[in-house]
């Protein structure tokens, strides 16, 4: 019986040779003007060789004002079409010579806000958001500035125009990140969000600003109507802004969204004409939440120091973090009663399944995948239609295949260790976790040894 991996299906009209998706993930790989340069083709390529059905990509940047983090592509201008057309084209061809099938490419637009991370200097710009707040975890800036009505309606133009660009680069579909922490979802979180105005007070205002998104970027795209094209949301499916106090029965205010409003979130974006939803959880990036594995204090040191010089925050940020006991650390990022050990592969399955059930439009999961068994059940479950994986997949780009091979895990697996995620923002994307390598003065037998452990570690259910 064939696995249900490997059975094809469709998103409206786009046409999924399997059920496995890289997610979004990427590295430094654009020029300062943010155009896509070699590397971020050659990157792309691994995973379409690798044969996944389709990609998503890293968040692009719809706004010349915020990119983050630096170096990371942009689709605000005409100019960045024709390159994104021919690195998509290549990615493409890569794929059906290793795999003789295609991969699909979705391009994920957004704009992170008051997320912003780094920037060249500091700028008033990094701190727009819903509302006046402070975030101390979160971008360089100080305080966040509440958007003005026109700011927002630029905002919404630029999503459209974006949409409407990657529709021109030959993209496969948009998916329109609502989660990671960024403008969308600092709109929808009511603990971000303390406007009084249309676009704030209720659950329904704070999805105006979405609504708003969406609506026009349907109407953009549906001008050059594509049956081929798809319109997809990432959405996280509960905050844990309450951290850490989860126990607490905080105000609503003061805890940011759960599942019940995800879920009325999820049939008002079908209502839209929304084709498939991307289901994570938490709130920022990275967030320690949705994924199994260690909380990378070490690496977010070293991105606290790289910016530390951009504002006071920043610089109170990085001296805490030069200072504080790592145990300290990890309380005050991510809460004393949230242990990341026990957080399991396909931690978000639970929330895409109760969104599943409340829609009818196709649903992904996200968060820690990488056992051929755990994906098979999931999908057997009825938890989603489709799986997507980032860190799994950049240690091992070809686990397609190796699932397609009857193998269970990849040797050597991702240890979710966590660090690629944070060196992100400074380095070449790749694997830091040395473990997976082998150690001088080990023999062969002995690595391989030591890698067999692993994997019967991460293969407990």
Known sequence: MTSPIFQPMAIKGVQLKNRLLRSSIAGRSAYYDGAINPSWTTFEKRFAEGGVAAIVSATVTIDDQRRSPLEYPSISKDRFIGPFRQAIGEIKAAARRATGAPCRYIMQIGDPGAHTQTSLFDQAGDSASASRTFDFLYGYRNVSYTMPAAEIQQTIVNFANAARRAQRAQCDGVEVTASKGYLIQQFLNPATNRRT?????????????????????????????????????????????????????????????????????????????????????????????????????????????????????????????????NWLIRLLAIGWTWDPDKVKQGENAKYARAIRQAVRIPVIANGGFQDQARIEQVLADGDCDLVSMARALLSNPRLPRVFAGKRRLAKPPCTFCNRCAARTALFPLGCYDISRFRAPGLSEEQAWKRMEEQIAKLARP
């Open 197 to 325: 105005d249309r676009y704030g007070g209720s659950v329904d205002a704070r999805f105006e600003f979405l609504r708003e998104v969406i609506s026009a970027v349907r109407r953009r795209i549906d001008k050059h109507a594509r049956d081929d094209f798809v319109l997809g949301v990432r959405l996280s499916a509960a905050d844990f802004n309450y951290l850490p106090f989860p126990n607490l029965r905080l105000p609503l205010s003061f805890r940011g969204n759960g599942l019940p409003e995800a879920i009325y979130y999820a049939q008002k974006l079908e209502g839209l004409g929304v084709d498939y939803l991307h289901i994570d959880s938490g709130f920022g990036f990275i967030n320690p939440k949705g994924n199994p594995g260690a909380f990378p204090i070490d690496e977010l040191r070293m991105f606290a120091n790289s910016v530390r010089g951009l504002s006071g925050k920043a610089a109170v940020r990085a001296a805490m973090f030069n200072v504080f006991p």
